[in-house]
């Protein structure tokens, strides 16, 4: 395990070599954060209510940091996995004395943890200057292992899908389509609390929920049952699709053939 | 006339490009389709839930969406490379476009198609389709509502990108810009105040890409159509302005070449 950790201390240094690039990234969740203000600041005053749903306009936004923030620092490994498998880099990759999956693993979590602590720093510091502070400091404490865990979640994800390189040209229309379930299922632009009741049900019985409806509700609503609760669906959803992203990747490179090189 | 010749060529071989990875193709519009598709299930969530927004119902949200997401497909289809038109200026890319006897700008553009654009561009009207609003005239406001929308878009493109000229790595800056863009233009505008609406016609115009041509598609009034006009010509001449004063500061390592 020890060289996987040196993978990712190196990714992580890594992403700090160009600071201004960094925060340039981390703009990108302002317009995003400033259009859900306007949107919910509406719809809360159109309704005129303070609560709905047992959320508040400040726990909403609140809500909506999170799920950005995991959305937006989220490691992209779809692509990059794909890419070694279509230009043939990973017959390289695999000579190497390491497991392809944990290498990728280390180096897009290497690569997210400072992109995701600017991300805070500005989605963040403009909700807290629009609404105010985070409805509680438990939150903050609880809300970073789930964080861990909704990466390492969309890390098998976006792993499998990367897989397909195997046995379709371009996967990018998964990606999207992964990215839209994430959206809907996940809670990413509409709290799941505001569904009807059908589709919350479903949502819960699906993965999504666990990458972003999950960590930014405990964010929120920080209790120690609803952080064992949200620790525990994770752990449970990482047991699942790791299992398949074993099966599929030892699959997967039996049918490959390395000529030459 | 021989411009529009060059520029049909061109889309012709663009397409013959696309045709030759059948499967890819048809798979990036289809995914393309359901992924906008998805996208739109949270409106219906949204709406369902709250109905309106200050007079804004689903319906106008269709074809908002509609609107937007055609206008995007048409510009990734026909200027596929307004969305990389930073990254050519910087990689000095631009050698092999000068050393042509076309103007530079549109052959540059035209050079490259995004084929899921087709997807957007298809689910657009779709979407304009099952929102309440169809009729023939209706479809003729949508037409002209799409074209001036994806005009607004190129040229903010070009206008966003060309920045490299001064800038040199401008990835993000554009990065942030076309973000807002799109995210601006298929949400309500009802939903802003009075400043934010004057950035949304003129910094990042998305009022011009979504809820102004929703608007003139659902309902013709002579304002809606005086603002599309105004607002693409303006901007299709601020675009070829900035583009053109910024080639002149254009350098590089001389990356011409011979491409058969």
């Known amino acids: ?39 919910w600041s509406v719809t809360f005053a159109s309704t005129g209510q303070t609560e709905m749903n047992g959320l508040t306009l400040k726990m909403t936004m609140w809500y909506f940091v999170v799920t950005e923030v995991i959305e937006i620092s989220r490691p992209r490994v779809g692509n990059t996995i794909s890419e070694t498998v279509r230009d043939g880099s990973i017959a390289y990759l695999l000579s190497k004395p390491y497991n392809f999956m944990l290498y990728h693993y280390a180096t897009a979590m290497g690569g997210t943890i400072f992109h995701a602590l600017f991300n805070i720093l500005f989605g963040g510091g403009l909700i807290w200057w629009l609404v105010g502070a985070p409805p509680s400091l438990m939150g903050v404490a609880m809300v970073l292992p789930a964080l861990l865990g909704a990466w390492a979640l969309h890390f098998c994800i976006a792993a499998l899908i990367g897989l397909l390189a195997f046995i379709v040209e371009d996967i990018s229309a998964f990606l999207w389509i992964f990215q839209k379930a994430a959206f809907v299922f996940g809670g990413l632009l509409i709290p799941l609390d505001f569904y009807p009741g059908w589709m919350r049900t479903i949502a819960n019985f699906l993965p999504f929920a666990s990458l972003s409806y999950a960590p930014a509700r405990l964010f929120i609503s920080p209790s120690p049952q609803a952080f064992f609760a949200v620790i525990g669906q994770q752990i449970l959803w990482l047991g699942i699709l790791g299992l398949a992203l074993t099966f599929f990747y030892h699959r997967a490179v039996r049918f490959l053939t390395i000529n030459g090189g | 006339m021989s411009n529009l010749k060059i520029l049909l060529a061109v889309w012709k071989a663009n397409l013959q490009s696309a045709m030759e990875y059948r499967v890819s193709f048809i798979s990036q519009v289809l995914g393309m389709m359901l992924n906008n598709g998805m996208y739109f299930v949270i409106w219906v969530i949204f709406f369902d839930r709250f109905k309106e927004i200050r007079g804004w119902g689903v319906g106008d949200m269709y074809v908002t969406f509609g609107v937007s997401a055609s206008a995007f497909g048409l510009v990734s289809l026909f200027f596929g490379n307004a969305f990389n038109l930073g990254d050519i200026i910087t990689r000095g890319r631009l050698d092999y476009y000068l050393s042509l006897p076309r103007p530079v700008l549109l052959h540059t553009l035209t050079s490259r198609s995004v084929a899921s654009g087709a997807g957007d561009f298809l689910y657009g009207i779709l979407s304009f389709a099952v929102s309440g609003y169809f009729s023939a005239e209706a479809l003729a406001r949508f037409t002209l509502a799409i074209l001036l929308a994806a005009i607004v878009f190129a040229s903010f493109l070009v206008i966003v990108q060309s920045l490299a000229f001064w800038m040199g790595n401008a990835t993000n800056l554009v990065t942030l810009a076309v973000n807002a863009m799109i995210t601006f233009s298929i949400y309500p505008i009802s939903i802003f105040d009075n400043t934010a609406k004057l950035i949304l016609f003129t910094l990042v115009p998305a009022a011009l890409m979504g809820a102004v041509p929703a608007s003139f598609a659902i309902a013709f009034t002579w304002q809606t159509l005086a603002q599309l006009l105004i607002g693409a010509g303006a901007f299709l001449a601020l675009a070829i302005f900035i583009f053109y004063f910024g080639l002149r500061r254009y350098e590089s390592g001389s990356g011409i070449q011979v491409e058969i």
């Open chain 1, 1 to 39: 395990m020890k060289k996987y950790w040196f993978i990712f201390q190196t990714q992580l240094i890594n992403s700090l070599a160009y600071p201004g690039e960094l925060i340039g990234r981390a703009l990108t969740i302002l317009p995003f954060m400033w259009i859900f203000y306007q949107l």
